[in-house]
């Protein structure tokens, strides 16, 4: 087994990395990782219903969708990630237990009374302090994990937390379990994790590595249609008052488009505010797509007082 440290902490590139030797080296391989911060959700989840989308716009907090399902995590600094790519073998995927047996080791040594449980945690006196994932990619399997070593946990707290009543999603919800840092308890030696979980050579990229892995981040990892768009089925309500008056919508989400939408309000409208609705529908559900459509029609014959602005504002939070 080779191993890897990740020379970068942008989350994008370091997830289009994590898939780049998944996919393309036949070598077993464990990887560390850091992240600036960043919301990575679970690919089957709804990206809007994980997150607080004014303090990931605010803060500018990357939001990256990531291979394996489970919960949204948060990372930053202080929280080391760690992945395993390795032949799927029978019996090995859902085996959490064999992946995080060397963690709860090297804990173990350092006098920690650490132990896994719940569906793929690891938790210290109750808390967690590690949560993993797997997925299987053609023959191989990755697993992956989190480490808090010093994590942020006001932002952990304000990130995560969103308002119910905007989104009703078909999405997996994460699960928004106590957490705590290792530092709270001892701090770990990587190379005795490495020893514990027999990691072998180090691997330095190529060039021909990097150039690959940043294609990959820029084509995919990067994008709207991987990050929210393949969210799964959703309604969006959201409502806002303006001078012109109160709006408010209604959306129906499928494949990251609008399949359909409603406005109501007590704004006043000189023509059929359905001529709006048939503008949007099928569009993305993003302000930036929004308000291109918007910018098209005369809107004060729709919202009179209100902006192409402030209406794609509402129709879309991001």
């Known amino acids: 087994m080779i191993y890897i440290e990740s020379p970068w902490y942008d989350p994008y590139i370091n997830l289009a990395l994590e898939e780049y030797l998944l996919a393309s080296f036949d070598e077993e391989v464990f990887m560390l990782w850091r992240n600036e911060k960043s919301v990575i959700v679970g690919k089957n989840q709804n990206t809007l219903s994980e997150i607080n989308v004014d303090y990931v716009k605010n803060n500018n907090i990357a939001v990256v969708r990531r291979l394996t399902g489970g919960g949204a995590v948060f990372h930053d600094l202080g929280n080391l990630n760690f992945s395993f790519m390795v032949k799927n073998k029978e019996g090995l995927y859902s085996n959490f237990s064999r992946f995080t047996e060397p963690i709860l080791s090297a804990l173990e040594a350092y006098g920690l009374r650490a132990e896994y449980g719940g569906r793929n945690d690891i938790t210290i006196d109750g808390k967690k302090i590690s949560g993993n994932a797997q997925t299987v990619y053609g023959g191989r399997l990755l697993h992956h994990g989190t480490l808090l070593f010093h994590t942020d946990f006001e932002d952990l707290a304000a990130v995560l937390t969103v308002n119910p ?132 029609l005369r809107i004060n014959e729709y919202f009179l007082g209100i902006s192409a602005m402030e209406v794609a504002g509402t129709v879309a939070p991001l």
């Open 165 to 296: 009543l905007k989104v009703q999603s078909q999405g997996i919800q994460s699960n928004r379990a106590r957490v705590a840092n290792i530092c709270e308890f001892k701090h770990i030696a990587v190379c005795e994790f490495m020893e514990r979980a027999a990691v072998g050579e180090c691997y330095r990229l190529t060039q021909d590595d990097t150039e690959t892995v940043f294609r990959l981040a820029d084509e995919k990892y990067k994008t709207w249609e991987w990050n929210y768009g393949y969210s799964p089925k959703y309604n969006y309500h959201n409502e806002k008052r303006f001078s012109g008056g109160c709006l408010e919508v209604y959306v129906e989400v499928k494949d990251g488009r609008m399949e359909h939408i409603k406005f109501y309000g007590d704004f006043f409208a000189r023509s059929d505010i359905a001529v709006v609705e048939e503008a949007l529908t099928g569009t993305k559900h993003n302000k930036e797509e929004a308000l291109s459509v918007l910018q098209r």
